[in-house]
C-alpha cells in the first residue's frame, strides 16, 4: 500500500446545507431503538453493490430504509485506498467455504471471498470496470426479457457513471473511449489506470497476444462498447477516480451513491451491523392471488433481539447471489417440498430460488518471473499497479479455430442437461438447453470465449486466464432456519464437459503466451517448468489435471434468483418483480441468468439504475 492519504471527508454538512435549502442528512445508524417511531415506504436489503443505488433513487422522494449485515468503513484506507495489495484483510472481507467442489483428484474445498459492508463486494474488488456485451445482452433478452437488450440497457450504465477519458499519455499507450457510449455525470467514477504503468510489459503484452491469437485480437476502441470479442485494450477501465479530489480513490458503491454531499437524502436511513432474517408477507387472501410483502424481521449480526419493519410500498432484496435466495428460503418463498424437509411453512412455490446458480472460473496460479536482463522498473511501472494493464477478449474462433469452435457449438446445441438437473442446479431440463442454445447464439454474434489478463508484480508477471460464459449450474440451499449460519453454496464448477473443453484451451493459450516473444523475452528460461503450467504440446489429460487442481472462483457469482420465465425457472419478471408477489424485487447479482457480464459491477449499477427507474414508474402509477 502506498503512503496513506490522510482525507477527512465530511460526509454531510446539516446546517450549510439547510441554509442552502437543499436535502438534510443521510442517517447512517446501528441501533434500532432510534428508529421505532420510524415509518418507511420501501426497505432495501443488503447495503452493497446495488443496493446503495437502488436506495438512493428511491430516497429522493420516498421514505427508504436499507438493512446492511456489516459495518460502515467509511474511513478505512485499506479500502478506500485503490492501490492497497490486493486480499488484504479487512472487515469487509469475508469467506463462504463452498460445498466440495471438482479436482482432479476428487474433491476440493474452496473457499469465495466477497464483500459485508456498506458498497458491499464494490469495496473490496479488484475494480475491473468491465461491461456486458452487446452478445450477451441480446441473449439475456431472447431468454425471455424484453426490454433487457443492449441499447435499451445502455442508457442506464450511462446514468450511474462519470466516465473520465484517457489524457494523452495514456491515449498514446492505447487507452481508448467512445464519447458516445459513455456518461459524464452519474456517481461512479470510471477512469483509465493513473499512473501509467509498466509500458515495456504493454508493448511486449500486446504484441504476443496478437501473435498468439493470430492478428484476430486487435486494439479496441472502447473495452464498454458492447463488441468485446476478439478486442484487447492497453488498459481496463477501472472504477476508482474520484473527479473532486482529482486522484485515485475506490469509488465503491458507498462512495459514490451514499456518502457524497451531494448524495444525501433525508428520507433515507441506512441501519448497519443488522442482519434480515425474514421477509414478512400476508396473504394470499384466495387461492390463485398474489402474495403481498408488509416488511422485514431484522436482527443484530452479533447477535441480539428481533425488531420488525414494515414497507408500505415494496421491498427491494439486494443481498447478493449467495445470500438474497437464502433469505427467501427462510420467508418460505422458494421450493415448497425442499422447504418443508426444512420444517419451514411454504408460503410461495418457487422451486427457481437458488437454482441456476452459476460463477466463472479463473485460472490464478500463473506467475511468470521476470528474466534478471530485463529492466524490472519499466516492466513493472515501479511502482502502484492494478489488475490488467493488458486485457484481451479473444472469441471463440480466436482461440479454438474453426473446427473447434464447430465441435463446441455442437456441443452446446445438444446439451445434457442430466448433471445438472440431478444437482437441481436447473429446474427443467429445458432450462439448460434453452441457455445453452442462447450461449452458442452469443458466441456467433461476438462474444468473449475468455479473457486474458496481464498484471505486473515486483519479481513476476501474472497471465491470468478467465472462462466468460460457463454452462454448469450449481445451487444456493438453506440448511437452517438460523440467519447466522452460511447456506451450502454449490457451483458446481467445471461440471460440463464443454467448460472444461474451454478452460483446457485457455490453459494452453496462457503457455502459448509465455513461449512466445516479445513477451517470453521478459520471463526467466523455463517460466513455464517453474510456474507449474503445463508445457506447450502437454497432452489434454496434463491440462485438464492442472486445469482441475489449480482453478479458482471467478468470484462473480450470478444466476440464484434468475429474471426468466416462470417455467424455466425464473424467479423474477423483466420487472423484477418476484413472481407470485406485488410488491417484492430482487437487484442485485442474483438476477442475471447468464454470464454476460466478464466482470460484473458496472452492469449491476446498470440493472440499479433499471430497478429503480421500475420502482418509481409503479410509484407514480399507484400515487
Ligand atoms: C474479491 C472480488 C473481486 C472482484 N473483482 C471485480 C472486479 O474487478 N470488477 C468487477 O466488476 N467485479 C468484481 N467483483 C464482483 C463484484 O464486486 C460483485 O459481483 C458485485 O459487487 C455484487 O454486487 P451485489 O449488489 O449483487 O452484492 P454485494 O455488493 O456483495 O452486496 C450484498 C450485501 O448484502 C449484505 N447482506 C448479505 N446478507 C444480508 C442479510 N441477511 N441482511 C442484511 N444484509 C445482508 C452483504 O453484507 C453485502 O454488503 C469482485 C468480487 C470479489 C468478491
Ligand atoms: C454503534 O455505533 C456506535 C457509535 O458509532 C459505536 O460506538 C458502537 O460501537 C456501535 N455498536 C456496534 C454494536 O457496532
Ligand atoms: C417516539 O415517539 C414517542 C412519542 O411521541 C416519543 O416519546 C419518543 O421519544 C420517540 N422515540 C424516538 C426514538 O424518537
Ligand atoms: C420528486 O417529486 C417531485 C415533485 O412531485 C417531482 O417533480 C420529481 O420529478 C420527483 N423526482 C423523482 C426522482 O421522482
Ligand atoms: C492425487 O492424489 C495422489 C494420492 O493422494 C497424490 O500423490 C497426487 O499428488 C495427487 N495429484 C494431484 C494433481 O493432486
Ligand atoms: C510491437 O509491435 C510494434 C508494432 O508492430 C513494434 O513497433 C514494436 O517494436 C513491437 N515491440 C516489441 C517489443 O517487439
Ligand atoms: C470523492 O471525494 C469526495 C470528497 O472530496 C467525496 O465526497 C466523494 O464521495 C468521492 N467520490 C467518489 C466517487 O469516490
Ligand atoms: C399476479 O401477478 C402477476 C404478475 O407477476 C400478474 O400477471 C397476475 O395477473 C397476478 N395474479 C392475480 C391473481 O392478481
Ligand atoms: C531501467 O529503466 C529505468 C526507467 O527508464 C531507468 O531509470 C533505469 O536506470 C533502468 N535500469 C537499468 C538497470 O537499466
Ligand atoms: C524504459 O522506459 C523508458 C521510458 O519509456 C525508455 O526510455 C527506456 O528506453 C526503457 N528502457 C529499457 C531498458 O527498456
Ligand atoms: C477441420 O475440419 C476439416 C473438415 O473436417 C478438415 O479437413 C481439416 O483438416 C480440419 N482442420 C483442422 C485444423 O483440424
Ligand atoms: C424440489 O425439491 C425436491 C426436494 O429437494 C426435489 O426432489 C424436486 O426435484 C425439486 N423440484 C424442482 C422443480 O426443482
Ligand atoms: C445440514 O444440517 C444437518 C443438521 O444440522 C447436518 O447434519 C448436515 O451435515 C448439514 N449438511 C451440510 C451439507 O452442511
Not at 534478471?372 to 484481451?392: F, Q
Not at 503466451?513 to 489429460?541: H, R, Y
Not at 417484492?584 to 459491477?601: E, G, K, N, Q, W
Request: aromatic share 8%; with cysteine.
Amino acid at each position: 500500500m502506498r503512503q496513506a492519504a490522510l482525507i477527512f471527508i465530511l460526509r454531510c454538512l446539516p446546517l450549510f446545507f439547510t441554509l442552502l435549502g437543499l436535502a438534510d442528512c443521510t442517517v447512517i445508524t446501528n441501533d434500532t431503538a432510534s428508529l421505532v417511531n420510524s415509518s418507511f415506504e420501501y426497505i432495501v436489503i443488503g447495503g452493497g453493490t446495488t443496493a446503495l443505488a437502488v436506495a438512493n433513487r428511491l430516497a429522493v422522494n420516498h421514505s427508504v430504509l436499507v438493512v446492511e449485515r456489516g459495518p460502515d468503513l467509511v474511513n478505512d484506507e485499506a479500502i478506500n485506498d485503490p492501490f492497497t495489495t490486493f486480499g488484504t484483510p479487512s472487515p469487509c472481507h469475508f469467506q463462504i467455504q463452498l460445498a466440495p467442489q471438482m479436482g482432479f483428484n476428487g474433491s476440493r474445498m474452496i473457499p469465495m471471498t466477497y464483500g459485508s459492508c456498506l458498497g458491499g463486494s464494490s469495496s473490496i474488488n479488484t475494480m475491473i470496470g468491465s461491461r456486458p456485451t452487446y452478445a450477451g445482452m441480446t441473449a439475456v433478452e431472447a431468454l425471455g426479457n424484453p426490454g433487457w437488450g443492449w441499447n435499451e440497457f445502455l442508457p442506464f450504465m450511462q446514468k450511474s457513471e462519470t466516465f473520465h477519458p484517457p489524457n494523452p499519455t495514456q491515449h498514446a499507450e492505447g487507452a481508448n473511449f467512445l464519447a458516445v457510449v459513455h456518461g459524464f455525470d452519474g456517481p461512479v467514477g470510471v477512469s483509465f489506470a493513473q499512473p501509467l504503468v509498466a509500458p515495456t510489459l504493454q508493448d511486449a503484452a500486446k504484441n504476443t497476444t496478437n501473435t498468439v491469437f493470430e492478428g484476430a485480437v486487435a486494439l479496441s476502441p472502447d473495452m464498454g462498447d458492447g463488441f468485446s470479442g476478439g478486442h484487447y485494450s492497453s488498459y481496463y477501465h477501472h472504477i476508482h477516480f474520484n473527479k473532486t479530489l482529482q486522484m485515485d480513490r475506490r469509488s465503491s458503491s458507498a462512495w459514490s451513491y451514499l456518502y457524497p454531499q451531494t448524495e444525501q437524502r433525508a428520507g433515507l436511513t441506512v441501519l448497519v451491523g443488522h442482519r434480515i432474517n425474514t421477509i414478512s408477507t400476508s396473504g394470499p387472501s384466495e387461492a390463485g392471488e398474489n402474495i403481498t410483502v408488509t416488511g422485514v424481521l431484522v436482527e443484530p449480526t452479533g447477535g441480539g433481539s428481533s425488531s420488525a419493519f414494515n414497507a408500505s410500498r415494496e421491498v427491494v432484496l439486494s443481498a447478493g447471489a449467495l445470500y438474497s435466495p437464502a433469505i427467501l428460503q427462510r420467508s418460505g418463498i422458494g421450493n415448497a417440498t425442499f422447504l418443508q424437509s426444512l420444517g419451514i411453512e411454504p408460503v410461495l412455490d418457487l422451486p427457481g430460488v437458488g437454482a441456476n446458480f452459476q460463477d466463472q472460473i479463473l485460472l490464478t496460479n500463473v506467475s511468470f518471473s521476470i528474466a534478471p536482463s530485463a529492466n524490472i522498473t519499466n516492466i513493472t511501472g515501479g511502482g502502484e499497479v492494478l489488475l490488467a494493464v493488458v486485457v484481451a477478449h479473444p472469441t471463440a474462433i480466436d482461440t479454438l479455430g474453426p473446427n473447434g469452435t464447430s465441435a463446441m457449438n455442437a456441443m452446446l446445441r445438444n446439451i445434457s442437461a442430466e448433471q445438472a438437473l440431478s444437482t437441481g442446479g436447473i429446474v427443467g431440463s429445458k432450462t439448460l438447453t434453452t441457455q445453452a442454445a442462447l450461449t452458442a447464439d452469443a458466441y456467433e454474434i461476438d462474444h468473449p470465449l475468455i479473457e486474458i489478463f496481464y498484471t505486473p508484480g515486483p519479481t513476476a508477471i501474472n497471465v491470468w486466464a478467465q472462462s466468460v460464459l460457463p454452462l454448469s449450474r450449481g445451487t444456493i440451499r438453506i440448511n437452517s432456519t438460523d440467519p447466522s449460519v452460511d447456506p451450502i453454496a454449490d457451483a458446481q464448477y467445471l461440471t460440463t464437459e464443454v467448460d472444461m473443453v474451454v478452460a483446457v484451451a485457455a490453459a494452453r493459450k496462457v503457455s502459448s503466451i509465455a513461449v512466445t516473444p516479445p513477451f517470453s523475452d521478459l520471463l526467466v528460461e523455463n517460466a513455464l517448468a517453474e510456474a507449474g503450467v503445463p508445457q506447450v504440446g502437454a497432452t489434454d489429460e496434463e491440462v485438464s489435471q492442472w486445469v482441475l487442481s489449480t482453478y479458482t472462483p471467478g468470484t462473480h457469482p450470478i444466476g440464484s434468483n434468475s429474471m426468466m420465465p416462470r417455467e424455466l425457472g425464473g424467479v423474477v419478471s423483466p420487472e423484477l418483480l418476484v413472481y407470485g408477489t406485488t410488491n417484492l424485487r430482487i437487484a442485485d447479482a442474483s438476477i442475471v441468468p447468464l454470464s454476460v457480464f466478464p466482470h460484473t459491477t458496472l452492469g449491476l449499477y446498470g440493472v440499479a439504475e433499471k430497478a429503480a427507474d421500475m420502482i418509481l414508474q409503479t410509484a407514480t402509477e399507484n400515487l
